[in-house]
């Protein structure tokens, strides 16, 4: 997680009041981000009913096109959640289960890491783009069997040893979607597709190559400040360059969705239309560590045990020119959702007027 996420938090123990007040001090802070050039989506739900949404700023700011309030967006890393659920219907199905070593489905250098250690960032794993970036042609598109391949020819270190604390980990999530694509013998993209994306009725969201980014008439595209101050499209900088030449891998990001698809995933999750409330409680319980301490991360979700409202799950996006979040107090089914393309650095004040029109229980 980025390091605002404290921060965060603290705005995010603010609760609800009525609609109508809501409303209108939420309506004032869009306005004023707004003028500050905030572009993104903002949607606020109360059980499953959206209190406020509102699309701000340019779609396309090259092209002149304003934002609409169902426009597609790259969620970056909130989709480790999606990943995490496949690999949660995996264990449903009896293909696998939580403490299995990793080894036992894929070859890794590493082969103390259980399967919940992936799932909770305390695998100790190095960073497989580090690898890459260092060894990998980047004329050559790469995928999660070229990611593998290349961790077993350098085998970099691990940082600790499994289970001894927290350390994000985007290489624990590659190596989770192609648990999920041994076991199953199947795409993991297309299985997203299967097994969560139709079933929810999500048409906006999907596991998108680049091309296919390109041909989605309403895809948000991310933006950055160029050395004269415009926003332009984040592709044309090199710190974008990864999302290319990595542009084939899964587990780690690469969903793309819109707000009200983000809804409709979120209240899947108080059902059992995927998973049942046995196996989803796992997802929403923090990990204890090897010294008995507890990691408030669980299955793809961030964890806050109190707030107004209870216990709160949530998880952050940000890729080249994007910022997500989503937050879920899951106690009180109240939802908050943020899409921004432009890597506003008011991001996180939108998200905090957000919560703030709630006030406080």
Not at 54 to 74: K, N, V
Not at 132 to 159: C, F, Q
Not at 209 to 234: I, M, R, W
Request: glycine share 6%; proline share 4%.
């Amino acid at each position: 997680m980025k390091s605002y996420t404290i921060l965060l938090f603290l705005y995010l123990s603010i609760a609800f009041q009525t609609v109508f007040a809501q409303q209108r001090v939420l309506k004032k802070a869009m306005v004023k981000a707004e003028g500050k050039d905030f572009s993104g989506v903002v949607l606020v739900a109360n059980q499953g009913k959206i209190e406020f949404e509102e699309a701000m700023g340019m779609r396309s700011y090259e092209q002149g096109i304003p934002l609409q309030s169902t426009d597609i967006f790259e969620l970056a890393s909130l989709s480790k959640q999606f990943t995490a659920m496949m690999v949660m219907i995996c264990k449903e199905k009896g293909l696998l289960g939580f403490d299995d070593l990793a080894s036992e489905y894929v070859e890794t250098p590493y082969t103390r890491i259980s399967i919940r250690h992936l799932l909770t960032h305390t695998s100790g794993l190095p960073d497989y783009q580090e690898v890459m970036d260092e060894h990998w042609d980047k004329s050559k598109v790469a995928g999660n069997p070229e990611i593998l391949e290349y961790l077993r020819t350098y085998a970099p270190p691990m940082s600790f040893e499994p289970g001894e604390k927290y350390e994000y980990s985007n290489t624990g999530y590659v190596i989770l979607a192609s648990i999920v694509e041994k076991v199953t013998g199947k795409d993991f993209v297309k299985l997203s597709e299967e097994w969560i994306f139709n079933p929810l009725n999500m048409q906006s969201t999907a596991i998108r190559s680049l091309a296919e980014k390109a041909s989605v008439p309403h895809f948000a595209a991310g933006h950055l400040k160029n050395d004269q101050g415009h926003y332009v499209n984040a592709n044309t900088f090199h710190a974008a360059d990864y999302t290319v030449w990595l542009g084939n891998r899964k587990g780690p990001g690469r969903v793309s969705s819109n707000a009200e698809d983000l809804l409709k995933w979120d209240q899947a999750l108080y059902t059992e239309k995927l998973l049942s409330k046995e196996t989803l409680s796992e997802a929403f319980t923090p990990f204890k560590l090897n010294n008995g301490n507890l990691s408030y991360y669980g299955f793809g979700w961030e964890i806050k045990m109190k707030s107004p409202f209870g216990k709160v799950v949530m998880h952050t996006g940000d890729n080249p020119g994007y910022k997500t979040i989503i937050v879920r107090y899951i106690e009180e089914n109240k939802t908050v959702i943020v899409l921004n393309n432009n890597a506003h650095p008011d991001m996180m004040k939108v998200v905090e007027s957000a919560n703030l029109s709630f006030g406080k229980k």
